[in-house]
């Protein structure tokens, strides 16, 4: 028996710290939203398998920064290529982790993943030349582990199995999208890491 | 003349400090330059689409930020321009090869040639091209343009100037 996603989702929120963190769309950026209320994460409502290289592009732009990336198993395999990017650059502020389900869950009926119950995703991880990729099944587990990945001084990329989840909501919970989900991420990083990214104009 | 010296030097002038690029021969000298410039994280991408990540993920973290491609690549990355920079309205500053004009004599162009402009005023994504080492002084005022407009915008670089390059 794999994990719940709230029980994963409860050790991420309790050791996220001043993590920035960047949701992939579907389960990922609903159930953190839902543990969280997060406003220092970008939820993603589109760009499928592309979350992952936002992450990084921040992770670049801020080394002094946590960096998150929680991601998923459907949006991984339409960008798996990115790994090679990640693992070139690994930058040891970025954290990426992997929630599991082998399924479609975003659909009103979930339909199984692409190679379902034969992917593994740490394993393409350490081939891509990722020192640190490791996969996650039991809540105990996660928990022990938790502590030294978010204090690790290096890159980590973590898969964290889980159950599909029955009472998946149709549509994402969180109440902002589009410009203001980028103003308003964008604005607490201007405060919290002291970067400008909008000029006096707003722009 | 180093066509690709020169756009370097406006890129500093942008204070560009991160570029995300995958080659094709044209754009390769220029992807060079940036590579070895300590100034700029360069990252070398696997597919053209994660450039538009990572140059989303600089700007939303402050970092002045360059895409750099052909155009095949190019149209991999619409499907990503569309769902991340203009649903936010996040710039995105691309510089890509114009593949397909009447100099270009391969025939794989041939379609990016006929396809690439429809297409970019399909999604309405503005372009400038830089026609001769003239305009290359302009590449700071559009990198601005690419801030004011806050979507995906495209320099392209004409077979015209690049073979201006190959003239001492």
Known sequence: MNMEIREVMSVLKQHRGDAIVVCALGTASSQWWN??????????????????????????????????????DGSLCMNLGGLLTEAQQAPKNLKHFVIDNEVYQTLDRPMPMVNQHHSDYAGIARAAGMRNAITIN???????????????PEHY??????????????VPPYDYEGHEMKYRFARNLEKKWGRQVFGPRGY | MDI???????????????????????????????????????????????????????????????????????????????????RHGIPLFIICSLRGTPEDYQIYQEQQGRRTF???????????????PDDIPRIPDVYNHCRLQKRPYLLFLSRRLLKAGQVQ
């Not at chain 1, 039991?138 to 030294?148: G, I, L, N, T």
């Not at chain 2, 597919?47 to 002045?64: D, H, K, P, Q, V």
């Open chain 2, 118 to 132: 429809p297409m970019l005023n399909a999604y309405d994504i503005p372009y400038v091209i830089l026609e001769k």
């Open chain 1, 138 to 152: 039991r809540v105990e587990d996660f928990k022990q582990k938790m502590q030294e990945i978010a204090a690790a």
């Open chain 1, 157 to 170: 990329f973590t898969v964290l199995k889980v159950e599909p989840m029955r009472d998946y909501p149709p």
């Open chain 2, 4 to 86: 690709a010296a020169l756009i370097h030097a406006e890129l500093t002038k942008c204070r560009v400090t991160l570029a995300a690029s995958l080659p094709d021969d044209w754009v390769a000298p220029l992807i060079r330059r940036v590579d070895a410039d300590p100034a700029i994280t360069h990252v070398r991408v696997a597919r053209e689409s994660e450039t538009i990540g990572i140059c989303t993920g600089a700007f939303l973290a402050g970092t002045n930020s360059v895409a750099i491609m052909g155009t095949t690549g190019l149209h991999c990355t619409v499907g990503e321009m569309m769902a991340i920079n203009l």
């Open chain 1, 35 to 72: 543990a969280t209320r997060c406003e220092e994460t970008l939820y993603m409502t589109g760009g499928m398998g592309f979350s992952a290289s936002i992450a990084l592009g921040i992770a670049l732009s801020i080394p002094e920064a946590p960096v998150w990336e929680i991601n998923c």
